[in-house]
């Protein structure tokens, strides 16, 4: 299994460009997550999804969509950058359909850094 | 979600034990203790859970004392390789999706 993979590694966006970073998982996890970490910080929830079709708000949500078409893939979109989302972002998986209920351990990307100029 | 305390860094040569203690005193009945590791430029990583007495693995050791209101995870013979970033999080087992609260966790270094 590749895991969890997020492509770009890394972006330079200039104000007021859009993009999507991408996510995906091969580990047929039904939760999925965007964090997004600052130099020193740790990470803050953007937004996150429990199943396909079925997204909702973190504790950071302004600036950023998400959708949730099918299982596996779990883009988040940046509509208009700005300077305050210069970040690295990071998505996770967790949650085996039809696993034994117990606690979730996450399962994290490698990361993407961007750069809002 | 119960507010998590732990030192800002730690410094330690290779070899020995490093302790890393957390402190949850608002932790409720329902929640587990979750540590994650971070490398640099790397997402962080799940390390051990518990819910009470001790939890082992091969890579740590987690002792949590009967109240619950700390935890101390235990990293035995450190070697460079374990200088990193190491979350305590405190999270319910709610049977839905638990939304993880990354404090800016413990920084590790471990010298030759």
């Known amino acids: 299994n590749a895991g969890v993979t997020q492509t770009p590694k890394f972006q330079v966006l200039k104000t007021g460009q859009s993009m999507t970073l991408q996510c995906a998982q091969d580990?047929?996890?039904?939760?999925m997550s965007w964090y997004r970490q600052d130099p020193g910080m740790g990470l803050r929830l953007i937004h996150y999804?429990?199943?396909?079709?079925?997204?909702d708000q973190g504790e950071v949500p302004n600036g950023y969509n998400v959708s949730r078409s099918t299982t596996e893939d779990f883009p988040l979109r940046l509509l208009s950058a700005a300077p305050s989302q210069t970040s690295v972002y990071f998505c996770?998986?967790?949650?085996?359909?039809?696993?034994?209920?117990?606690?979730?351990?996450?399962?994290f990307g490698p990361g993407t850094r961007l750069t809002v100029l | 979600l119960a507010k998590t305390t732990q030192p800002i860094s730690m410094d330690s040569y290779e070899g020995q034990e490093v302790n890393i203690t957390c402190s949850h005193n608002?932790?409720?009945?329902?929640?587990?203790i979750t540590w994650y590791q971070q490398f640099p430029s790397q997402g962080p990583r799940f390390i051990i859970q518990?819910?009470?007495t001790k939890v082992t693995n091969e890579v740590a050791s987690l002792f949590i004392p009967a109240d619950r209101k700390s935890s101390t995870l235990s990293l035995p013979r450190v070697s460079l390789s374990d200088t990193a970033v190491y979350y305590c999080?405190?999270?319910?087992?709610?049977?839905?999706?638990?939304?993880?609260?990354f404090g800016a966790g413990t920084r590790l270094a471990v010298h030759p």
């Open positions: 996770a998986s967790s949650r085996t359909s039809g696993a034994p209920l117990s606690t979730d351990t996450q399962y």
């Open positions: 580990m047929n996890h039904e939760y």
């Open positions: 999804s429990v199943g396909a079709g079925i997204t």
């Open positions: 608002n932790i409720a009945t329902n929640d587990y």
């Open positions: 518990g819910y009470k």
């Open positions: 999080l405190v999270h319910p087992d709610s049977g839905g999706y638990n939304k993880l609260i």
